[in-house]
């Protein structure tokens, strides 16, 4: 976890984000698993500001709470955040595919690590504009790693693509194809 907060105050460096007055508590951007973490090596209390992010993807299952940048922002980069696909659609357009990215293994960036551990039928939130979506993961498949992912899904559902390295295997990715409930 410490190597994820110094991801987050390395991106914070790049464009500063104000410092709460309390002396004790300083905002970064964010810290994946819970919206307010004590580091017991220093004492430090972070308090995350998700207002600066295009949407925040949360996966209770694996604890798993990051925020995401639009497209054209420096920070939707995976060496920095979860990522969002060129040509991705947001959760309120029909039909749409929402389609985000991000390192698995052991790294500070890799915020899907933990992946591997969803089943069919778990949840997946996306906070967007003010609303918190529902999808549901209905397919999991892996495709070889060659800079072209096939996506399988229905296109008469509005869906959430996820997609990472497979774990334990260097030459495949791993796809999570989720739909919006409701």
């Given at each position: 976890?410490?190597?994820?907060?110094?991801?987050?105050?390395?991106?914070?460096?790049?464009?500063?984000?104000p410092v709460a007055e309390e002396p004790e508590v300083e905002v970064v951007t964010d810290?994946?698993?819970?919206?307010n973490v004590n580091i017991e090596e220093?004492?430090?209390?972070?308090?995350?500001?998700?207002?600066?992010?295009?949407?925040?993807?949360?996966?209770?299952?694996?604890?798993?709470k990051?925020?995401?940048?639009?497209?054209?922002?420096?920070?939707?980069?995976?060496?920095?955040?979860?990522?969002?696909?060129?040509g991705s659609t947001m959760p309120d357009v029909p039909y749409g595919?929402?389609?985000?990215?991000?390192?698995?293994g052991d790294a500070y960036i890799s915020y899907f690590?933990?992946?591997?551990r969803l089943e069919i039928g778990d949840v997946v939130y996306v906070t967007y504009a003010g609303?918190?979506?529902?999808?549901?993961?209905?397919?999991?498949y892996e495709v070889p790693k060659n800079g072209v992912v096939a996506i399988h899904r229905n296109y008469d559902q509005t869906s959430l693509t996820m997609i990472t390295c497979t774990k334990g295997n260097d030459d495949t990715q791993t796809v999570y194809i989720s739909e919006l409930i409701g």
């Open positions: 976890m410490r190597d994820e907060i110094y991801s987050d105050m390395k991106i914070a460096m790049m464009d500063p984000v810290v994946p698993v819970t919206e220093n004492n430090t209390h972070y308090v995350i500001d998700y207002s600066k992010y295009l949407g925040v993807l949360e996966i209770p299952k694996i604890g798993l990051r925020g995401f940048y639009n497209v054209g922002s420096k920070y939707n980069s995976i060496e920095y955040n979860v990522t969002m696909v060129e595919n929402l389609i985000l990215m991000a390192h698995s690590a933990y992946l591997y609303v918190r979506y529902e999808y549901h993961i209905v397919n999991i």
